[in-house]
């Protein structure tokens, strides 16, 4: 059964450093991964998709990584700013047709 | 890009009354909505699959009687509290395959029942 393990549960960082976010999954035959992230009492942002077939995808100051053979996804948020300050979730899906499993999320703080 | 719906934002209900959350897919179709609940300071849980034209798969330990889920077409997807308890208070979040297979999230509806 595929778990999705997030490290951290929380996170304070300092306004400007870098820093990295990391998931893991016990099952490497994934379909894709995804990062999201999430603001208190209000939905989910995805952030990016990764296919299995990938090794990164960037968006701005994201970069997600993915090691399928270790079971390993990092999130590297660049130059950190407050408004970055919140959950942010990885999923993973095994098969086109199945749902998301989720991790629990790391709780990111961006001190100004 | 794909757009997804939801509403109400938060409502707050009367303990024994139901309650209907819809979610709409605003600008592509939707043959598969998921529902998903989050309780505070966890992670989101899977209630249930909804696909057009069938019955929901709901996941174990969710009473299909008491959350049901009709998608009847292929922009809306409804899930109706029924009968609710203050423990049914929560964040509930549907969820839509969006084309370029990714996911699209509604904005997600706060339930207080009191």
């Known amino acids: 059964k595929q778990e999705v393990t997030q490290i951290p549960a929380a996170l304070s960082v300092p306004e400007g450093e870098n820093l990295v976010l990391n998931c893991s999954f016990t099952d490497s035959a994934i379909y894709n991964l995804q990062w999201f992230r999430q603001d208190p009492g209000k939905g989910l942002t995805s952030l990016l998709l990764i296919q299995s077939s990938q090794r990164e995808q960037t968006s701005g100051r994201l970069n997600a990584s993915l090691d399928k053979s270790s079971g390993r996804s990092t999130l590297y948020i660049a130059a950190s700013q407050p408004g970055d300050s919140a959950t942010y979730l990885c999923?993973?899906?095994?098969?086109?047709?199945?749902?998301?499993?989720w991790g629990a999320g790391t709780k990111l703080i961006i001190k100004p | 890009g794909a757009v997804v719906s939801q509403h109400p934002s938060w409502v707050i209900c009367k303990s024994g009354t139901s309650v209907k959350i819809e979610c709409r897919s605003l600008d592509f179709q939707a043959t598969t909505m998921f529902w998903y609940r989050q309780f505070p300071k966890q992670s989101l849980m899977l209630m249930a699959t909804?696909?057009?034209?069938?019955?929901?798969?709901?996941e174990q330990g969710v009473e299909k009687d008491k959350f049901l889920i009709n998608h009847a077409s292929l922009t809306l997807s409804t899930l109706t509290v029924t009968s609710a308890h203050p423990e049914d208070s929560s964040f509930y979040i549907c969820s839509a395959r969006s084309p370029g297979d990714g996911y699209t999230f509604g904005s997600g509806t706060r339930l207080t029942v009191v």
């Open positions: 999923a993973v899906k095994e098969d086109s047709n199945y749902q998301l499993i």
């Open positions: 909804s696909n057009e034209g069938s019955k929901a798969t709901y």
